[in-house]
């Protein structure tokens, strides 16, 4: 089974900083790699798909970049709504599996 | 515009078996173009994908819960189902229902608002 390890778990943003989100798989996934985006009681919503595509709706503040066992969420600008639990999730190889999260704060 | 509905019991007495269904508005679970599948979120924690399936009745399951899931399909009600048997307080959790792409290695696009099951006598 392939770990994903997301870091930091947490952070504490100012608004208009810019935020960036590490994924570190324990191999090689190619770019099978997508991240998700989860607001408090709400359902995961899709950012990007295999390491770098925006999903359709996306604000363009959000990009993504990597690929082989190193990933990276970039946030530029950050915004008030962008606080939220950020997955990173990989599909290369069954069992598919998520990376553990991480929480950005608003300061 | 695609919509998905989770629903069914949310107490569950262990060692039952957990029943959940699955709605889709707006779009086919018949469609040729995606897989449909349920993923879990125990409160407080991460992510775990159970089984997907596409609708001529291919199915995954992930390997850790297997023995006890089974993912069905009613393609004249436009719903799915999920089946967990023998469960316990460990399965409590946010299950979700969600729709991916076919074929590769598709995330999941599309996801029901997420139904709460607890696992207690």
């Known amino acids: 089974e392939i770990v994903l390890t997301q870091s930091p778990d947490f952070q504490s943003v100012t608004p208009k900083e810019k935020v960036t989100i590490t994924c570190r798989a324990s191999?090689?996934?190619?770019?099978?790699l997508h991240w998700y985006q989860q607001k408090p009681d709400q359902s995961p919503k899709l950012l990007i798909k295999?390491?770098?595509q925006s999903f359709s709706g996306v604000p363009s503040r959000f990009s993504g970049s990597g690929s082989g066992t190193d990933f990276t969420l970039t946030i530029n600008s950050l915004e008030a709504e962008d606080a939220a639990t950020y997955y990173c999730?990989?599909?290369?190889?069954?069992?598919?599996?998520f990376g553990q999260g991480t929480k950005v704060e608003i300061k | 515009q695609l919509q998905l509905q989770e629903s069914g019991p949310g107490l569950v007495k262990p060692s039952e078996t957990l029943s959940l269904t699955c709605t889709v508005s707006?779009?086919?679970?018949?469609?040729?173009?995606?897989?449909w599948g349920w993923v879990r979120q125990p409160p407080g924690k991460g992510l775990e994908c159970i089984g997907s399936?596409?609708?001529?009745?291919?199915?995954y399951y992930n390997p850790s819960l297997k023995s006890r899931v089974t993912i069905s399909v009613d393609t004249s009600k436009n719903q799915f189902s999920l089946k967990l048997s023998s469960v316990t307080a460990a399965d409590t959790a946010v299950y979700y229902c969600?729709?991916?792409?076919?074929?590769?290695?598709?995330?999941?696009?599309?996801w029901g608002q997420g139904t709460l099951v607890t696992v207690s006598s």
């Open positions: 999730h990989q599909t290369s190889s069954l069992p598919e599996t």
């Open positions: 707006g779009g086919s679970i018949s469609s040729s173009y995606y897989y």
């Open positions: 969600a729709r991916r792409g076919y074929g590769g290695s598709h995330p999941f696009d599309y």
């Open positions: 399936f596409y609708y001529s009745g291919s199915t």
């Open positions: 191999q090689s996934i190619g770019s099978s």
């Open positions: 295999y390491a770098s």
